[in-house]
């Protein structure tokens, strides 16, 4: 009797055991059902929160030129690849910032438990002495309150670094703004990150592939834009007047993601004279190298190793009328770009095998 009740003991154990490895499952790749529904985002979701969209952004870019970061991902994986830049953003963007401002990462769960506790500290005896005379009235008023400061807080992850995320009409794309244009470092930024992959002390990300950083933007006319370009071209050539070579070799790129579906309408409603058609890559080559020229006279374009890029991207901002179409620009180093297939940023991921994998 003793033998078999041993026996039934251990093979009790024995299936407990292979419940829960069956439950976890990691070791050997499998997934639980629960995993495999869970959308990317979900299954980190306690890592970071997701700002929401800033909807007056739009607007506010179409008042005044905007500095920030246009981040390309693969399709239907945003909401990763936003958690993804928070946390780069959270570390090289507060590193660089002139004011001591909190930085993104204050906005977490230990932060908004702080909040709740001081919150609860500084009305716990309000409360009482509410509830001794109105019962479940205050109860409810105070339940309201707390949950607007948690409301409150999870509307503010993001904005302690001064970012609005922007929504945008094309897939595949993030855009950050900073909400005032103090913020001058957006390069250094990038050129950080790129050291910090290149010596291993950041992780290669999974969703984000490129960061392009947004020095200026601008309502895309031909003048707006040739005084963008000139604008950057004179600050960037004195702060890099000695070490550049002469004659100056430059290059300009222009990229039209997401907005197929703007020239689309555009090209239908061609009859109303308030709705320009994109400018072509051709005159927006012709713009840029023209007011680059201009201000710095010797110099050449130089398509296969250029010193400096002017790199201009259309923004496809969510809820602008068709006739504001609105661009990124930025004059970046030749450390910062790539040229082969096609003059553009460099990729975060080297790999391009793993790239095309997951786009």
């Given at each position: ?32 059902e629960e995993d495999e529904e869970l959308k990317p985002w979900e299954q980190h979701s306690a890592v970071i929160s997701i700002p929401r969209y800033d909807y007056k952004a ?17 399709i239907k994986r945003e909401k990763s690849a936003t958690k993804e830049a928070i946390s780069v953003l959270e570390k090289f963007v507060s590193s660089m910032y002139s004011n ?5 990462g204050s906005c977490n769960a230990r932060t908004v438990t702080k909040k709740r506790k001081t919150f609860s500290e500084e009305t716990n005896t309000e409360n009482i002495e ?230």
């Open positions: 009797m003793a033998n078999e009740k041993e026996e039934e003991q251990v093979q009790a154990q024995a299936e407990k055991e292979k419940e829960e490895e069956e439950a976890l499952g990691l070791g050997r790749g499998e997934k639980r739009p607007s506010s870019i179409l008042e005044r030129s905007h500095s920030g970061f246009l981040i390309t991902c693969p001591n401002r909190p930085t993104l509410k509830t001794q005379r109105n019962g479940a009235d205050s109860a409810k008023a105070f339940g309201e309150l707390v949950e607007n400061v948690s409301s409150e807080v999870s509307m503010n992850v993001g904005s302690s670094l001064s970012l609005s995320l922007v929504k945008l009409t094309g897939s595949g794309l993030l855009l950050f703004t900073f909400t005032s244009n103090s913020f001058r470092h957006v390069v250094g930024v990038l050129s950080n990150i790129l050291q910090a992959l290149g010596s291993g002390d950041l992780k290669r990300p999974l969703w984000c592939n490129r960061i392009f950083p947004i020095q200026e933007t601008c309502v895309l006319t031909e003048k707006n834009l040739q005084t963008v370009v000139s604008k950057l071209v004179q600050e960037y050539l004195g702060k890099e007047q000695e070490s550049l070579e002469r004659p100056i070799k430059f290059a300009v790129a222009y990229n039209r993601r997401g907005v197929e579906e703007i020239e689309t309408k555009n090209s239908k409603s061609a009859t109303d004279s308030k709705i320009p058609l994109l400018l072509d890559r051709e005159s927006c080559f012709k713009i840029v190298a023209g007011a680059f020229k201009d201000v710095a006279k010797n110099s050449v374009v130089d398509l296969k190793s250029p010193e400096v890029a002017v790199i201009v991207e259309l923004l496809p901002l969510s809820g602008v009328p068709n006739e504001s179409v609105v661009a990124g620009v930025s004059i970046l180093p030749h450390e910062l770009i790539a040229t082969k297939p096609r003059l553009c940023v460099k990729p975060l991921v080297s790999d391009t095998k793993a790239t095309n994998k997951r786009n």
